[in-house]
């Protein structure tokens, strides 16, 4: 039996399971969902208290921002939203960049960058949450 180029002897289910052509589309989708709702109840953990400190001297601030609940907390929400912004960032780069070099310096760009914000705001809160 001979296959006719541009046909496949996949099955219309297998075609489907493939998961396009860079094998990760719904994984990328779901983790971005993941951390969506990672933010959100992290948002929802942070706020009372970035709402406590508001109005608060420098002391006070320091205070409720070295505690360590309050600094796992925070740690938590600042690794979510990196992450989440990189993998959103890294979608709208591979769906409308369509130069195969401009693509993989953007996503290397992204991927600095990410890691970048990310631990500046990590050393930030461990500084304070360990009295630096």
């Not at 998961?19 to 969902?33: D, E, I, M, P, V």
Request: with cysteine; charged share 10%; aromatic share 6%.
């Amino acid at each position: 039996m001979s296959v006719s180029p541009g046909s496949s002897m996949r099955t219309p289910r297998r075609r489907v399971a493939g998961l396009g052509s860079a094998r990760s589309g719904t994984g990328h989708f779901w983790l971005q969902r993941l951390t969506a709702l990672a933010n959100l109840l992290l948002i929802l953990i942070a706020l009372p208290i970035v709402i406590c400190v508001a109005g608060q001297g420098h002391a006070a601030t320091l205070a409720m921002l070295g505690h360590p609940l309050v600094a796992i907390v925070l740690l938590l929400l600042l690794f979510s939203v990196c992450y989440h912004m990189k993998i959103g960032m890294q979608v709208v780069i591979e769906d409308y960049v369509h130069a195969e070099g401009t693509k993989v310096l953007a996503l290397v760009a992204n991927t600095f960058f990410t890691i970048a914000v990310g631990s500046a705001g990590a050393f930030a809160v461990l500084k304070i949450s360990f009295g630096g």
